[in-house]
């Protein structure tokens, strides 16, 4: 019984240290990941188009 209270009072602090840090936007948001993976396949995309 210890050890389930052990394992879920750490996946706890994780789960409120994830929201900690996202509240002061430290994490990379959604809308950030995407713009980012835009940027990049553009970047393979014009690199592609300069080897023609």
């Known amino acids: 019984m210890i050890e389930l209270t052990i394992l879920f009072g750490f ?6 240290g994830a929201v900690v ?3 002061r936007g430290e994490l990379p948001t959604a809308a950030a990941l995407e713009a980012e993976d835009r940027a990049r396949v553009a970047r393979i995309q014009d690199s592609l188009d300069s080897t023609d």
């Open 11 to 16: 996946f706890g602090l994780l789960i409120v």
């Open 21 to 23: 840090f996202n509240v």
